[in-house]
């Protein structure tokens, strides 16, 4: 008798799908799922359609094509002051979603604990678990998200391997201040304990906040893979191209494992992307142009029931209705899909226990139509 036991026996369809089946079956605005409505900058399709059209349609090298690995440490030299090594350091991945992936596979053997902070996104534990590791989740509860570092040092054990955290977060939207990240170099300076930093929202950060890296800490520079995301960068989540980087011993081992795995990244859209950074204004200006749009929305439900927590990096929002209804967040989302038609993320999706604090996330990468026409829907609940 043929069996398949599962080694993910707990994964279910994930609710970005079923928001998005449900925003779909009753004509809702779709503010569940994080991606924009609106164009990619036409000036960067034509440098894919030029490439296409060129002949670089082959396996690129391994580790990325030279000239985007270089735009890469370009970046992280303009932007954080920070030399890193195109050859030995950066590897272009399928998305950032790969180069987490890949870490984890890289890392993780049976019976290591991984700690990880949520709200969390979700394709964190699904990978530990794949390699035999546990999740000790640490719960961050609205609206501040603080982190207590006293109960994160509780939880280190001999068997902890890595720290995972995600700065800013999705979809808390809180960035690490610098006694926080402080506090993480100074609990892991002295354990074989590696971090893996989701920084795919690095440039959507508002008011005073500058762009961060936890690779300019001097104690985590050695033990820190840090994700990045060109699909948040340049709006094109379909894309599906990002990159990791991490210390010359550590990228050695996870390019053991990218090399086969996914082996290399679409060749054309690489070269495309080298192009389009050389002006850095695309990804210098990130903060300002979704700030508008976090601002339209502060504004617009000012005079909303729901109470706003003001983002402070990625392109996400959290409601609170407390005042509103005293549902637990999946059935409250499901009202607002099939009364309001309106399509929201329960916040409770992103803590592994279904924590529920009444919360919904709401995405503003969108058109500024998109955005009036969600004010209205909201501020009639
Ligand atoms: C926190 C976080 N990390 C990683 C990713 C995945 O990035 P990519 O689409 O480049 O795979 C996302 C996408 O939404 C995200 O929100």
Redo the contacts with the bound molecule.
């Keep these: 008798m043929l069996t398949l036991d599962s080694k993910l026996p707990a994964v279910g369809t994930t609710i970005f799908s079923v928001m998005s089946a449900l925003a779909a079956e009753h004509g809702a605005l779709n503010l569940s799922q994080?991606f924009p409505d609106y164009a990619v900058d036409p000036k960067l399709i034509g440098l894919v359609e030029r490439y296409l059209g060129a002949g670089t349609n082959q396996y690129a090298p391994m580790t990325g094509v030279a000239v985007l690995r270089e735009r890469i440490q370009e970046k992280f030299q303009r932007v954080h002051g920070l030399l890193v090594d195109a050859e030995q350091e950066i590897t272009v991945t399928?998305?950032?979603?790969?180069?987490?992936f890949t870490t984890i596979a890289a890392l993780i053997r049976p019976g290591d604990e991984v700690i990880s902070f949520e709200p969390a996104?979700d394709?964190y534990a699904p990978a530990v678990t794949l390699f035999g590791g546990t999740m000790r989740p640490v719960r961050l509860v609205a609206p501040e998200f603080a982190v207590d570092w006293d109960y994160v040092k509780s939880l280190i054990t001999p068997r902890t391997r890595l720290i995972i955290v995600?700065n800013p977060?999705?979809p808390a939207c809180r960035v690490f201040s610098m006694a926080d990240i402080a506090a993480l170099a100074e609990m892991v300076q002295n354990h074989n304990i590696f971090v893996l930093s989701?920084e795919?929202?690095e440039h959507l950060v508002f008011d005073d906040i500058q762009p961060q890296t936890l690779l300019r800490h001097p104690l985590l520079r050695e033990r820190t893979f840090v994700?990045g995301?060109?699909?948040?960068l340049l709006h094109a989540?379909g894309w599906?191209?990002?990159y990791c980087v991490a210390a010359p011993a550590l990228m050695a081992e996870f390019r053991k494992v990218h090399q086969f795995n996914v082996f290399s990244v679409h060749t054309p859209t690489q070269y495309a992307i080298a192009d389009y950074l050389a002006d850095a204004s695309h990804y210098e200006n990130l903060g300002r142009f979704f700030q508008q749009k976090r601002d339209f929305l502060l504004a617009g439900l000012h005079d909303s029931r729901f109470r706003v927590y003001v983002p402070q990096g990625?392109y996400f929002i959290v409601l609170d209705y407390s005042a509103i209804s005293s549902a637990p967040e999946n059935e409250f989302v499901r009202e607002l899909v099939i009364q309001h038609r309106l399509a929201t993320i329960p916040l409770a999706a992103f803590y592994h226990d279904g924590f529920s604090q009444q919360c919904v996330r709401v995405c503003f990468a969108k058109q500024q139509e998109t955005l009036q026409q969600a004010v209205e829907l909201l501020c009639a609940v």
């Design positions: 994080g399928a998305g950032g979603t790969e180069a987490i996104y394709c995600n977060n999705n989701d795919v929202y994700v995301s060109f699909g948040k989540t599906k191209v990002g990625t």
